[in-house]
């Protein structure tokens, strides 16, 4: 006998069997019992959400002689047994991606007019409605407003938005969600309990989490996993068929990355790559291990929901207290933005190291969210000095970290926001002064001044009314190697000692 992959094997038939999407379950089954059958329905939602099976059990418990408690068709009544043969006239389905020209909805509202050969009603399932042609709505609208008693129209659709607003007021819609990984795993072991597969519980996870909340998906990667190997099916045999980086080497990446180490993250992006992993699987698995460190951070006894191995668990846990969330949200966000970024690059590695190296040093990222975690950095460093020096008249009451957030805000509202992202970046991180009324900024990129002069013009303007303690605002060049001379210079004041032996390679200061 032919095999039967699993998602046909196990399709539902009755409404009981239906995987999540109560809502829509509910008030399909009181419409059958209370008799309050519409004239034409639109089952919306992404793939292998259950639409097409819904729409079958649907029609056929709206003709059922004797439907169910639960609104089911009994499956046993004369016509049950006529809608569940081969040769079935009532049901008809349209595959609205090979049948979409005007012609072929002609023909279906001349075959409307005609009653049912054994039911109630004779119901129109349209698949893949989005796929008609403008034409073809057109010619289907009046039916599908109107059509005869005896006749119901059940359209499906991925891609609701592309159906004319005059087709989506005629229909009742019901929008089908993804599922959750907990629904999907808790589904797919009850089936290879049936199949008698023995399975890890981790393996059940991974599967789950590979359908991305579609039931058809999932059956289908298990199918894959069930056909790889004829043992127990464990968590490095999914991770096999998935194609997915090993966890450990995915590990030891992020574990680089957290500790800023570009030249161990290079060497170790490579040394996967190297195996012939996806990169596009990389970046998707670095995103998934940093979004299951936002879980740990946050989260007591996280593994609950996420369900991994103890030791990968463990590993992760470990990383994790090494970072925060700021740091671990701009990562995620570089490893999804990287996804679109793939698909487009003649030189994907390259894209996918520039990334690596990107998270390492997120000094280097220009993201609005990466120059405001820059901003919070000079702002208490200006705290400092202030406090220290006295350079501030506290009497002012000047919150410098609120200029610093106007400034940007003003820099938002002048320019594009890759420029005022690169204007608030190129501003130094040493000093913020002010004196006598007068608010100086420093730069230490002399090629960014015209640029920063023209959009702090208006912030020039704004501030003496906003903070009219500011009389004029002052931006002022200046040479980082003379700043450092001068900061040796104080130092050595300030420890009344001879500095000798200064290099930036020894990471501090050797004194005689």
């Not at 003709?63 to 009544?77: M, Q, V, W």
């Not at 119901?123 to 709505?137: G, K, N, R, S, W």
């Not at 998707?284 to 946050?298: E, F, H, Q, T």
Request: aromatic share 6%; hydrophobic share 40%.
């Amino acid at each position: 006998m032919a095999y039967t992959s699993l998602y046909r094997k196990y399709r539902p038939d009755t409404f009981d069997k239906m995987l999540g999407q109560k809502h829509i379950i509910k008030t399909l089954a009181n419409a059958v019992l209370g008799g309050k059958i519409s004239h034409a329905y639109l089952f919306t939602g992404t793939r292998g959400t259950g639409k097409t099976s819904t729409a079958k059990i649907f029609a056929k418990a709206i003709n059922c002689l004797s439907p169910l408690e639960d609104g089911s068709p009994c499956g046993k009544c004369e016509v049950c047994r006529a809608l569940a043969g081969a040769n079935n006239m009532d049901i008809l389905e349209m595959d609205a991606a090979s049948n979409n020209s005007v012609d072929d909805v002609r023909d279906l509202i001349e075959k409307v007019k005609y009653v049912p050969a054994s039911c109630k009603y004779k119901v129109y399932i349209i698949d893949e409605v989005h796929m008609l042609t403008m034409q073809a709505f057109n010619a289907l609208l009046k039916t599908l407003e109107e059509p005869p008693s005896h006749t119901v129209f059940i359209l499906a659709t991925t891609e609701v938005h592309k159906l004319p607003q005059t087709i989506l007021s005629r229909c009742m819609r019901f929008d089908f969600r993804l599922l959750s990984t907990a629904e999907l795993a808790d589904y797919l072991a009850k089936i290879l309990d049936k199949e008698g597969r023995e399975y890890q519980s981790e393996a059940v996870r991974a599967i789950a989490e590979a359908g991305d909340g579609s039931v058809r998906d999932m059956l289908s990667v298990a199918d894959m996993c069930l056909s790889y190997t004829n043992d127990a099916l464990t968590y490095d045999d999914v991770l096999e068929v998935l194609g997915a980086s090993s966890p450990k080497m995915v590990l030891e990446l992020c574990s680089a990355i957290v500790d800023h180490d570009a030249k161990k993250a290079l060497e170790t992006t490579d040394r996967i790559l190297s195996l012939g992993k996806s990169i596009g699987l990389l970046a998707k698995d670095l995103a998934k291990m940093m979004r299951n460190m936002l879980y740990i951070l946050n989260c007591g006894n996280a593994n609950r929901f996420l369900a991994l191995p103890k030791d990968i668990y463990d590993s992760l846990s470990e990383i994790a207290g090494r970072t925060d969330n700021d740091n671990l949200v701009r990562m995620i966000e570089i490893f999804v933005n990287i996804e679109n970024m793939l698909r487009a690059s003649s030189s994907p590695a390259v894209m996918l190291e520039m990334s690596v190296v990107k998270a390492c040093d997120l000094t280097i990222d220009l993201d609005g969210e990466a120059v405001l975690r820059r901003l919070r950095d000079v702002e208490s460093k200006v705290r400092t000095i202030a406090a220290h020096y006295g350079d501030i008249d506290e009497s002012l009451k000047l919150d410098l970290g609120e200029v610093w957030g106007y400034l940007l805000n003003t820099l938002r509202s002048s320019a594009s926001s890759q420029q005022a992202y690169a204007c608030a970046a190129a501003i130094t991180s040493e000093d913020l002064v002010f004196s006598d009324g007068v608010l100086t900024i420093k730069v230490d990129n002399e090629k960014n001044l015209p640029a920063i002069k023209q959009y702090l013009q208006l912030f020039e303007n704004t501030a003496k009314k906003r903070y009219f303690e500011i009389t004029s605002l002052k931006i002022d060049y200046f040479n980082k190697e003379e700043a450092l001379n001068k900061d040796i210079k104080a130092v050595q004041n300030l420890f009344d000692e001879e500095m000798v032996n200064i290099t930036d390679s020894s990471g501090g200061i050797n004194k005689k």
